[in-house]
């Protein structure tokens, strides 16, 4: 049947079971970093102001969540680039959450307190956990193992343009 349909063999089964991250570390992180830390710094400034964290809390962290997963990938940006790529992303977020709470009417659920001061801290801890993650990352590679290799069979012009990448 494998050799009659190739969508059925092991090899494509195999190399789709591995999903979009594939089994690197780094990329895993990166997506679930941005997601995280605005959910997590929602629950903190939720649970410092209002004293519990209420179930509207965590509807507006599901919420966030999904708008904003997975994370982007700001490893090489330069901390100017980090910067303004968090703030102008976080506008965007902030932006729809706002006219979703507006015209559903749910906005009203929330302290303007909480939601004030979380409108501050989340990029200042989005900032951080990217730096964070920028002064992790070689021990995370490390964690992978060594890089895979690959061998290529063929002497040829692109042949030779592969291998000296």
């Known amino acids: 049947m494998a050799e009659a349909n190739p969508t059925f063999s092991a090899s494509t089964v195999s ?16 997506a679930i ?3 995280a830390v605005l959910a997590l710094s929602l629950w903190l400034v ?23 997963f997975p994370g982007t990938s700001r490893l090489q940006f330069s901390i100017k680039r980090l910067i303004f790529d968090v703030l102008y992303s976080w506008f965007w977020v902030v932006l729809l959450l706002l006219l979703l709470g507006v015209a559903t009417g749910y906005i009203a659920e929330f302290s303007s307190e909480a939601l004030i001061t979380w409108l501050w801290v989340a990029p200042l801890g989005q900032v951080g ?5 920028r002064a992790s990352a070689p021990f995370l590679l ?17 042949g030779a343009a592969l291998a000296s990448r």
């Not at 190399?15 to 990166?30: D, F, I, Q, R, Y």
């Not at 410092?48 to 599901?62: C, D, F, H, S, T």
């Not at 956990?129 to 993650?133: G, I």
């Not at 964690?143 to 002497?155: K, N």
């Open 15 to 30: 190399t789709h079971a591995k999903g979009p991250l594939g089994n690197n570390m780094l990329s895993a992180v990166e």
């Open 129 to 133: 956990a990217h730096l964070a993650l």
């Open 142 to 158: 490390m964690l992978q193992g060594p890089p895979q290799r690959a061998i290529i069979v063929g002497m040829n012009d692109q």
């Open 46 to 68: 939720s649970t410092g102001i209002e004293g519990e964290l209420r179930p509207p809390y965590l509807i507006l962290a599901v919420i966030v969540f999904s708008i904003t």
């Open 33 to 35: 970093l941005d997601p």
